[in-house]
């Protein structure tokens, strides 16, 4: 008796590759990419070619995501050693055989182009440590902890050094995140907080004295002193180091509630407005779309953590758990970080407002950990059939 099967169809051979994937989070993404297109054809219609470049690069992160989504947890937790040893190897010979720019040497150079290997280590860093932490399930005791933080401590000190202090922070942040969640006993956690706001308050409070040109911070340099007491008083040098933190308060401010509208802020396309595309774009966003704009954008940013965190929270393994949540958490520390300078309450730093700030690294960094954390969801769907 002959049987004749019939060859699957082009979609049913597809079907597999786009099964699990998370709607909400695929909804929270569109919603926050489409915020992102908005507001840089207005900022950036003006600057050559970047509403052309941002939405390449959109799409660039789009694909790397979904086709990081397809790597199953497990072999994604076989990367970590690997991953986390070559960036940590390439943040040495950086240090030893570097490229120096403006005073700073993050990049290295390889022939055909140079890289900046400290943007290996926003990914390997959790990776390391949740592989690390999924090891010890069961067996965690006080050394555990302390051998993450040194294994924490290595790549951050070495980017501090560059110096970068900005992704030096993010990549602290993502370590400090698995740790958390990992279970950091609460008596280690509460003294570190109020340690760092005693540390704050008396900072504020002698910034007369300690931000006098004739003295000299320890440990940190002096332009990451003038960027901490520009923060604390812009005003003392509105047209120098405090420039860009006024002009993006004036942009936010002048925005009121419903903002000036598209293509119509004056902050950004008179030039007031420093770096319009990518560090201060939230200032650009804030003077045209005003408090209902920054509330539809804070929704989206919202929705994302959110579904990030529930992601998180049923995760099957161990490993899925800390990597998820670090992911999320990395993401609010970025909106948090930038904002936050924009704003004037925190310290001018290089971080992007994830999909709304121009830059190719930072969209595809974006695509990876947003794929890892799809893969996540996915591996969880897939287990409770």
Known sequence: MNIAFKAPSLWQRLRPW?????????LAIAWLMGLGLLCMYSAGYDHGTRFVDHARNMLLSLAIMFLMAQIPPQRLMKLAVPLYSVGVALLVATALFGVTKKGATRWLSIGVTQIQPSEILKIAMPLMLAWWFQKREGLLR???????????AIPVGLVAKQPDLGTAILVLAAGLYVIFFAGLSWKLIVPA???GAIAITALVMSEDAICQPEVKWPVLREYQKNRVCTLLDPTKDPLGKGFHIIQGEIAIGSGGVTGKGFMKGTQTHLEFIPERTTDFIFAAFGEEFGLIGA?????GFSALILRGLMIASEAPTLFSRLMAGAITLSFFTYVFVNMGMVSGILPVVGVPLPFISYGGTAMVM???SLGMLMSISKSRRFMHR
């Not at 786009?18 to 989070?25: A, R, T, V, Y």
């Not at 050394?143 to 040194?150: E, G, M």
């Not at 509330?295 to 929704?299: E, R």
Request: aromatic letters at 12%.
């Open 18 to 26: 786009f099964q699990g994937f998370d709607l909400p989070l695929l």
């Open 142 to 152: 006080l050394p555990d902890f302390v051998a993450a933080f040194v294994l924490l």
């Open 193 to 195: 907080i109020a340690i």
């Open 295 to 299: 509330a539809a954008l804070l929704l």
């Open 366 to 368: 974006l695509g990876l």
